[in-house]
């Protein structure tokens, strides 16, 4: 995140884009989650061992679960 993040407060709809990591804790009304391809997400070199992919699962439950609305 950049101080272009702190955008106009008068600015009622605005599209964020921003890593799963910088995303937790966070909700918003709409979450679009890209890059669910093969080797990418989950990382391909996440694949040897069982708590990296165990690490890259919780990831992606924070991601899906950033939506107030579903």
Known sequence: MTDMDNGDEN????????SVHLAKGLEFDA??????????????LSLA???DIEEER???YVAITRAKNT
Request: hydrophobic share 50%.
């Open 31 to 44: 979450v679009f989650v890209v890059g669910l391809e093969e080797n990418l997400f989950p990382s391909y």
């Open 49 to 51: 061992s069982v708590d």
């Open 58 to 60: 919780r990831l992606f």
């Open 11 to 18: 600015e009622k709809e605005a599209i964020t884009l921003m």
